[in-house]
């Protein structure tokens, strides 16, 4: 098999989707995931993870009997404060890690042209009750505090937090079929 030439840089931008615990609960994922694929993104990593709550007294609680420990516990709580670190001070922070820490997330790379302006537009204000309708939050939220989903808000935001999230040999580089017919020339 001759393998196709490599894209583009333009055509490689990447950025981070976490679909939040809220969507997880409420089914969401896949509805998630298709709005990105038929938009025409790329998916380039995916994986399923619980960040383990600090309980006082009891260290790190996943909720989960862990038979899989050493995968489950890639994540901490660190990883959660480098993620938010521009809202610790903030006085929702408790709330915002409770939140983020109740239940598996989704982590996502997402890669295409502009994508990181096209997901931030694609999800729609923070505030889930100012979200348009027809983005990801005013479709399928109504808080702020439950609004579905995260992504990276600047390509170099976006590089950082795919660095939080993914190793770099979790990525999978490969060239998409239907480019000819996604992207003009
Ligand atoms: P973003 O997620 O749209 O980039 P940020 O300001 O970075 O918005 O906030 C990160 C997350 O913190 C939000 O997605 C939301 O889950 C939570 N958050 C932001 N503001 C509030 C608030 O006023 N109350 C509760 N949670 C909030």
Same mark, same amino acid.
Request: hydrophobic residues 40%; glycine residues 8%; contains cysteine.
């Given at each position: 098999?001759?393998?196709?030439?490599?894209?583009?840089?333009?055509?490689?931008?990447?950025?981070?989707?976490?679909?939040?615990?809220?969507?997880?609960?409420?089914?969401?994922?896949?509805?998630?995931?298709?709005?990105?694929?038929?938009?025409?993104?790329?998916?380039?990593?995916?994986?399923?993870?619980?960040?383990?709550?600090?309980?006082?007294?009891?260290?790190?609680?996943?909720?989960?009997?862990?038979?899989?420990?050493?995968?489950?516990?890639?994540? !901490?709580? &660190?990883?959660?404060?480098?993620?938010?670190?521009?809202?610790?001070?903030?006085?929702?922070?408790?709330?915002?890690?409770?939140?983020?820490?109740?239940?598996?997330?989704?982590?996502?790379?997402?890669?295409?042209?502009?994508?990181?302006?096209?997901?931030?537009?694609?999800?729609? !204000?923070? !505030?889930? #009750?100012?979200?348009? #309708? &027809?983005?990801?939050?005013?479709?399928?939220?109504?808080?702020?505090?439950?609004?579905?989903?995260?992504?990276?808000?600047?390509?170099?935001?976006?590089?950082?937090?795919?660095?939080?999230?993914?190793?770099?040999?979790?990525?999978?580089?490969?060239?998409?079929?239907?480019?000819?017919?996604?992207?003009?020339?």
């Amino acid at each position: 098999v001759t393998p196709c030439p490599p894209a583009p840089p333009e055509l490689r931008e990447q950025t981070l989707v976490l679909v939040k615990p809220d969507a997880v609960q409420r089914r969401l994922v896949g509805d998630v995931i298709g709005r990105f694929e038929r938009r025409g993104f790329k998916l380039v990593a995916m994986k399923l993870l619980q960040v383990p709550e600090l309980q006082e007294g009891r260290g790190y609680v996943c909720g989960y009997p862990c038979i899989i420990a050493p995968r489950c516990h890639q994540a !901490d709580r &660190g990883l959660l404060d480098r993620h938010y670190q521009h809202l610790q001070q903030k006085p929702f922070y408790p709330a915002l890690l409770a939140y983020m820490t109740s239940g598996p997330l989704v982590a996502m790379v997402w890669e295409g042209y502009n994508v990181v302006r096209s997901t931030r537009a694609m999800v729609g !204000d923070t !505030d889930s #009750a100012q979200a348009a #309708a &027809g983005t990801i939050r005013g479709d399928l939220s109504m808080h702020v505090s439950r609004n579905v989903v995260h992504a990276s808000d600047s390509v170099e935001t976006a590089l950082r937090e795919i660095g939080f999230w993914f190793q770099r040999d979790e990525l999978v580089a490969w060239e998409s079929g239907d480019s000819q017919y996604t992207y003009g020339p």
